[in-house]
């Protein structure tokens, strides 16, 4: 009887040891991915000041090319509905897209005003009184460094993303990732090469 004690005593003693060590592995695995989820809507958050320092420049934009004699009003319209496009876009700017449709959504219409604003630079060429005009030159410099910021925050954001993906699938945080509410978070996909828009690069001299 004694003996039999001994052995149970020293099973429930076992059992307890691995609840308690998967315990505390359930918990250090929580802590980190509530920490990298943090970090991606920190980088989310980032990306989206910067499309919207994008779309902050757009009115002072369009008003300077307006001054242009003749200019193509149908570019201008192109470019204020892309605008209106985006700004109907309802995803959350402190939590980083859940799903790919909702990123698919937003990339699409940012993708749409990045092109109508590429097209509007490309029409501006034909202007010489907007190509001296000092407004316009600071604002093609400050549109020119925003696209920069865009490619650079996407970049940042998907290394953020990745990170917090390849925690989220990793053994043995995958057998409980999804109970506690942590489910992989989608990438910027690169765009087809039709639906790319010509780089806004300018020449300032």
Do not use: C, H
């Not at 309802?90 to 939590?95: E, P, Y």
Request: charged share 15%; glycine share 6%.
């Amino acid at each position: 009887m004694k003996s039999a004690l001994i052995v149970i005593g020293g099973f429930l003693a076992i059992v307890i040891l691995v609840l308690v060590v998967v315990g505390l592995s359930a918990v250090g695995a929580y802590n980190g991915l509530v920490g990298k989820s943090q970090a991606t809507d920190a980088s989310w958050a980032q990306v989206q000041n910067v499309y919207q320092r994008r779309s902050d420049l757009i009115p002072n934009l369009v008003q300077t090319v307006q001054g242009a004699a003749s200019f193509e009003k149908g570019t201008l319209v192109e470019v204020a509905q892309a605008r209106a496009s985006v700004g109907r876009m309802t995803i959350n700017s402190n939590q980083a897209p859940q799903t790919d449709e909702q990123l698919a959504q937003f990339q699409q219409a940012q993708g749409q005003l990045g092109n109508a604003l590429s097209r509007l630079m490309v029409v501006s060429e034909k202007y010489p009184e907007l190509k001296s005009n000092a407004n316009f030159q600071d604002l093609q410099r400050q549109l020119s460094e925003t696209e920069d910021g865009i490619t650079s925050v996407r970049a940042s954001f998907n290394t953020v993303v990745q990170d917090y993906d390849t925690a989220v699938k990793s053994f043995p945080t995958v057998l409980f990732a999804s109970v506690m509410g942590f489910q992989p978070k989608p990438y910027f996909q690169a765009e087809q090469t039709s639906q790319v828009a010509p780089a806004v690069k300018f020449d300032f001299k």
